[in-house]
């Protein structure tokens, strides 16, 4: 059954410390996409990766790192310098061509 | 650069009224268009998408959405809303390949009376 899977669904984390977020996808598609999403923001773009070992910052990179090791695979980290962490991140991939994107069903990160 | 507006911000109808959510857009060549609907705490599900061709496009759940070039508009109706199709929905503009992610509007967020 081929989708996008991120996890965990919900993460807790401390001021000052990093955490990474999950995202694999079986889909074979070339890109991936880290979406942030605030309520009434709509979803802002942190990073994007077209091919493995390739990747773009979007409008919102301050604070967060991500690695493209494999296709199947674009982590994200959240670091300690990103002020407002607390939010809720979707992983997505696509269809290079087109840009139609599949989502994975995302993960809740709060800071306490 | 492209961008996408949803002027409206929260719409509440009638269980089996009719819907339609407006989407405008900003881009210099034909866009590549999407609606997504996103229920809470979950990720977005494609509804509909429009690349060329047909102006009038179908998508799941009943949903269809018109592509107007000369209104810059991308709107998605449907005939009849049921309680489920309560939830969340974003329009976005893609610019093909080899280009960045697709931008998104705001969202709408659909209320559905009984």
């Known amino acids: 059954d081929g989708g996008i899977t991120q996890s965990p669904k919900y993460l807790f984390r401390k001021e000052g410390q990093n955490v990474t977020l999950s995202c694999e996808q079986n889909?074979?598609?070339?890109?991936m996409y880290w979406y942030r999403q605030d309520p009434g923001q709509g979803l802002r773009l942190i990073y994007y990766s077209q091919i493995v070992n390739d990747f773009q910052k979007g409008d919102i990179a301050e604070g967060y790192s991500v690695s493209r090791e494999k296709k199947e695979s674009f982590p994200l980290t959240v670091t300690s310098a990103q002020k407002n962490p607390t939010a809720f991140y979707l992983c997505?991939?696509?269809?290079?061509?087109?840009?139609?994107?599949?989502f994975g069903p995302g993960t809740r990160l709060t800071v306490l | 650069a492209q961008s996408v507006t949803q002027p409206d911000i929260h719409i509440t109808v009638s269980e089996g009224a009719s819907l339609e959510l407006r989407c405008n857009y900003s881009?210099?060549?034909?866009?590549?268009l999407f609606w997504y609907v996103q229920s809470p705490g979950q990720g977005l599900q494609l509804l509909l998408k429009y690349f060329s061709g047909d102006t009038l496009v179908q998508g799941i759940k009943g949903f269809e959405a018109e592509f107007k070039r000369s209104q810059s508009s991308f709107n998605l109706r449907k005939p009849s809303v049921h309680w489920s199709d309560a939830a969340e929905y974003f329009c976005?503009?893609?610019?093909?390949?080899?280009?960045?992610?697709?931008?998104f509007g705001s969202g709408t967020r659909l209320q559905v009376q009984p």
């Open positions: 889909l074979n598609h070339d890109a």
């Open positions: 997505a991939s696509s269809i290079t061509k087109t840009n139609e994107q599949f």
């Open positions: 881009y210099g060549a034909t866009p590549y």
């Open positions: 976005a503009v893609g610019a093909g390949t080899g280009r960045r992610a697709l931008t």
